[in-house]
């Protein structure tokens, strides 16, 4: 597991707020630099090269991570939000 892992740091956070971006636009630069973080944390845990990630393989690792919060605790699972 990883331990205080951020997907998105407070300094990049304030760099898109300063871009020249709809706050809709804000949003998804957000979405996607938290998104590739997330990808590379699952390809590690994969083993696999981000690119050869599939669907298939991200769904399945979401349920995985899912079940571990469910079932040992947020603070043992990647993602840390409430259900």
């Known amino acids: 597991m990883i331990d205080n892992q951020q997907f998105l740091t407070p300094e990049e956070s ?11 636009e ?13 990808l590379q944390v699952i390809a590690q845990d994969l083993n696999i090269s981000i690119n050869d990630l599939t669907s298939e393989q991200i ?20 993602l840390k939000w409430e259900n």
């Open 59 to 78: 769904i399945i690792w979401m349920e995985k991570d899912s079940k571990t919060r469910k079932e040992q605790g947020k603070d043992q699972a990647v």
């Open 14 to 24: 304030l760099e898109v707020e300063k871009a020249l971006l709809t706050s809709s």
């Open 26 to 38: 804000k949003f998804l630069t957000r979405l996607t630099i938290s998104s590739l973080r997330l």
